[in-house]
């Protein structure tokens, strides 16, 4: 039995990954082999590398979307999801697979946040599913901190000069979330054409949401 | 400031602040073992064998060539067997032996389509 083959269900990790002469790349083989080995210490066993696949490949933006609708409809839910983000998602169903503790901050009239992690990829995971490359790279870890507007910009978001922009640095153990702010024209939708509106961009804040109708900026 | 100085202020991975290049939009759908790469490093983390600020250290320990030319995954494997050969839950004959073991496997002719 290997960690490598023994995937029993069909979903897209069924071996290591053919290169053009046929084989599994080096780094590749090297994560299969870290894995074997520890499995066979007696570690952990090869199945917990599956139900963790399956973990992560639930874990997307639709998840804080319905965390920031439910705050927009609800505002005693939005003061327990500001307290306290990480339990505030846990009891809409979210779990937590990790130790990390979530911070929601609120975007308002007068704060647009941005959220970052210089040192590496700290991200909420849980809540919005794995980053994207750009969010990992130096352009933007680099720059958000210092230059957050001119970043913004070139996200194409073009935020008021008198609305204070607030960038918040991610750690290994506190991760963020942003909390847009509800648009304009949306009183009478419902809870989910409400986290429709509501995109991991947005929860970034590296966007705005724009009013329904509103031509795209 | 001397070159000097300013590489004891800064690990290779400390960028936040310094000038970069304009945004280029990218992601990229993962390679199959980039996510059991990734699953490795929360199954690692929920054992207490590696935890994630472990894992930071590990990759700017690499150092900055590696940092600057591996892809983001292979820098998390590599840091995983640094970690497990510093921590002697490896050896780095076992990681060796291991993947020469894992490519013969792959190198076999191909079983039948049903196995």
């Known amino acids: ?217 | 400031m001397t070159d000097t100085e300013q590489l004891t202020k800064r690990l290779p991975n400390d960028i936040g602040g310094t000038s970069s290049d304009p945004i280029v939009w990218s992601d990229h759908e993962m390679a199959p073992w980039e996510k059991r790469c990734h699953a490795l490093a929360d199954v690692l983390d929920f054992h207490k064998i590696i935890n994630t600020e472990e894992k930071r250290r590990g990759v700017e320990s690499l150092g900055s060539e590696m940092v600057g030319k591996l892809t983001y995954y292979e820098r998390w494997i590599v840091c995983f067997a640094n970690l497990l050969y510093q921590k002697q839950i490896l050896h780095p004959s076992d990681l060796a032996r291991k993947m020469d073991e894992v490519a013969a496997r792959f190198a076999e002719p191909a079983p039948s389509a049903e196995s």
């Open chain 1, 1 to 217: 039995m290997s960690a490598v083959h023994d995937h029993s269900h069909d979903h897209n990790h069924p071996h290591a990954e053919i290169t053009q002469d046929g084989g599994p790349g080096y780094y590749d083989l090297m994560t299969a082999a870290v894995t074997e080995l520890l499995v066979e210490r007696g570690l952990f066993e090869a199945g917990e590398i599956c139900r963790q696949i399956d973990v992560l490949d639930s874990r997307t933006p639709a998840l804080g979307a319905k965390a920031v609708a439910r705050a927009w409809m609800d505002p005693d839910f939005k003061r327990r999801l500001l307290a306290d983000g990480r339990v505030g998602c846990e009891e809409l169903g979210i779990s937590f697979y990790d130790d990390t503790q979530l911070i929601v901050l609120e975007n308002t009239e007068r704060v647009h946040n941005l959220i970052v992690c210089t040192l590496c990829s700290c991200y909420p995971r849980p809540v919005l599913g794995l980053p994207p490359d750009w969010y990992k790279l130096k352009p933007y870890r680099a720059r958000a901190i210092s230059e957050p507007r001119a970043v913004l910009a070139e996200f194409g978001a073009q935020i008021p000069d008198d609305v204070e922009v607030r960038v918040s640095d991610s750690t290994a153990i506190v991760r963020y979330l942003v909390l847009p702010r509800r648009p304009a024209g949306t009183e009478q939708f419902s809870e989910s054409e409400l986290a429709n509106l509501v995109t991991r961009d947005t929860m970034i804040g590296v966007a705005v949401i724009d009013p329904p109708g509103a031509p795209r900026q």
